[in-house]
T-cell receptor, first 111, second 117 residues
Framework: LAKTTQPISMDSYEGQEVNITCSHNNIATNDYITWYQQFPSQGPRFIIQGYKTKVTNEVASLFIPADRKSSTLSLPRVSLSDTAVYYCLVGDGSSASKIIFGSGTRLSIRP | DAGVIQSPRHEVTEMGQEVTLRCKPISGHDYLFWYRQTMMRGLELLIYFNNNVPIDDSGMPEDRFSAKMPNASFSTLKIQPSEPRDSAVYFC???????????????FGPGTRLLVL
């Protein structure tokens, strides 16, 4: 499974756009990139998943360059409620859906 | 759907006691996962099941840990005897693997916060 590297923590302010980058240099051809969000005292929650280029949903956007060795989760106009830990995961769906969570990025949003 | 249900939400016990954590996956999901989360080690996969059969238990820390899934709607994680270092939040998650689809997303329960004194 490809190893991922992301910043341990980030700070931002309400209304700003936040971009969290994840490195996955050893990503395999069949691997997808998935991001989860975890609030305190809750289990992780799926945010977005992509394979290449750009994916957007109602919560976030995911940018993946052509070489796929990194990806960037973009949260538009964050609010205090976006304070959470964000995990980047890489793997394929052909195996038995085993997921390995790294240390994640602790995002703190200030007023 | 009520989502993944875990019980109890909190458990405090003394070292040496048996602890049983319970999980009810989302109806229709065919994969079930047990995770443990601590500050030091983060979120670790302990074991997962497919169609009630344990597939990979390589994450189970030692023989004191055991997990069962007697049917599609129920699973248990048991620690016997418990030790203070087992204190953590234990999450259960489930997913439905569909043929031809990309990586499936997992749905996590609220977790059980275990404290072993």
């Amino acid at each position: 499974l490809a190893k991922t590297t992301q910043p341990i923590s980030m700070d931002s302010y309400e209304g700003q756009e936040v971009n969290i980058t994840c490195s996955h240099n050893n990503i395999a051809t069949n691997d997808y990139i998935t991001w989860y969000q975890q609030f305190p005292s809750q289990g992780p929650r799926f945010i977005i998943q992509g394979y290449k280029t750009k994916v957007t949903n109602e919560v976030a956007s995911l940018f993946i360059p052509a070489d796929r060795k990194s990806s960037t989760l973009s949260l538009p106009r964050v609010s205090l409620s976006d304070t959470a830990v964000y995990y980047c995961l890489v793997g394929d769906g052909s195996s038995a859906s085993k997921i390995i969570f790294g240390s994640g990025t602790r995002l703190s949003i200030r007023p | 759907d009520a989502g993944v249900i875990q019980s109890p939400r909190h458990e405090v016990t003394e070292m040496g006691q048996e602890v049983t954590l319970r999980c009810k996956p989302i109806s229709g999901h065919d994969y079930l996962f047990w995770y443990r989360q601590t500050m030091m080690r983060g979120l670790e996969l302990l074991i997962y099941f497919n169609n009630n059969v344990p597939i990979d238990d390589s994450g189970m820390p030692e023989d004191r840990f055991s997990a069962k899934m007697p049917n599609a709607s129920f699973s248990t994680l048991k620690i016997q005897p418990s030790e203070p270092r087992d204190s953590a939040v234990y999450f259960c998650a489930s997913t439905l693997k569909r043929e031809g689809r990309s990586r499936e997303t997992q749905y996590f329960g609220p977790g059980t916060r275990l404290l072993v004194l």
